[in-house]
């Protein structure tokens, strides 16, 4: 028994220790909030334990990028952080492609993209919705390939039934 006391003990520190490191992580973990304006305009704030910035911009459009995208202020490197990303009122539903990979939820009628990273990203994009003229033709051509298939089938369960 005299020989486990001290271990228990030493093992209680350890614990002890990793707690105290596990609530430092957390307490500096940053939180990045980014919020997308109707107008065009990108709103971001950056804060955690050694930074803090806010600031609202307009993006140079990307003809080669459509979409929205937002640079952040400089986070320290390394920093964990919390991102949240807020599309304007009655936007459509996000590409699943954003970067960084979002999670995404709609509250009030505003599509609400979450992530927990390691570190900071240095912009965030959100490419533009799918056009529905694309989807529009893709259901086209797909109807026009079920139809070839059903007159083909058609024509040979005549051919085997006229044969027979």
């Known amino acids: 028994m005299r020989t486990t006391l001290p271990w228990m003990f030493a093992a209680s520190l350890a614990l002890g220790a990793s707690a105290a490191a596990n609530a430092a992580a957390l307490a500096e973990r940053g939180r990045i ?5 109707a107008d065009g305009r990108c709103r971001v704030s950056a804060t955690g334990e050694a930074f803090h910035s806010t600031l609202t911009y ?10 929205r995208r937002c640079a952040i202020p400089p986070v320290p490197e390394g920093t964990p952080v919390d991102l949240v990303v807020t599309l304007p009122q009655g936007s459509a539903h996000p590409p699943a492609d954003a970067i960084p990979s979002l999670t ?10 979450t992530a ?5 990203p240095s912009v965030v994009r959100i490419p533009a919705p799918r056009d529905l003229s694309d989807l529009r033709a893709s259901v086209i051509r797909m109807g026009a390939w079920c139809s070839a298939a059903a007159l ?12 027979a």
Not at 58 to 67: D, E, L, V, Y
């Open 116 to 120: 927990a990273l390691t570190t900071a």
């Open 152 to 163: 083909a089938f058609a024509w040979l369960s005549w051919r085997r039934i006229r044969a």
């Open 58 to 67: 307009t993006p140079q459009a990307i003809a080669s990028a459509p979409g």
């Open 33 to 37: 909030a980014v919020e997308f304006l």
């Open 104 to 113: 995404w939820t709609r509250q009030n009628d505003r599509w609400i993209g």
